[in-house]
């Protein structure tokens, strides 16, 4: 393969970043997002932060619109999963839309726990459209302060 400058007359670059994302993709197997498909029309994967403190982890789940009764939390093994579904009622069927962004249907995140997470005192709480997940340390895994005594 030969390092060619580009000028408009022997390369388009929107053609070879093209090809550089096919390349990619056949590499690490990923499907292709077709002409037709936009950015948006992917399946929804929530936003999330993981925090760490002395005593526990925090995930927190941005979920706007999506209701409790339509979320599970689990913790299986060293695995979090989080599941839900948001419906979208109100679509109005005579309206002609000139932008459909907000998304709908179901989702699913799994995240794999760090080493010392009490499984059975998991507690998740949703608020204002935010999951808030508190894992607790298992006790040997906390952090002690040991004392330094003066000799």
Known sequence: MDIVKWNRDNLDPF???DRIQDEINRIFDFPRISETEGIFDRAFSPAIDVV???DNYTVRCDLPGVEQKDLQVSVEGDVLTIKG???YEKKE?????????????????TLSLPAGV?????DAELKDGVLTITLPKKEEHKPRQIAVKSV
């Open 52 to 54: 760490e403190n002395a």
């Open 118 to 122: 009490d499984a059975n005192k998991v």
């Open 93 to 109: 069927k005579d309206a002609r839309y000139y932008r459909n962004e907000l998304w709908e249907g179901s989702f699913q995140r």
């Open 85 to 87: 579904e948001k419906k």
């Open 15 to 17: 053609r070879e970043l």
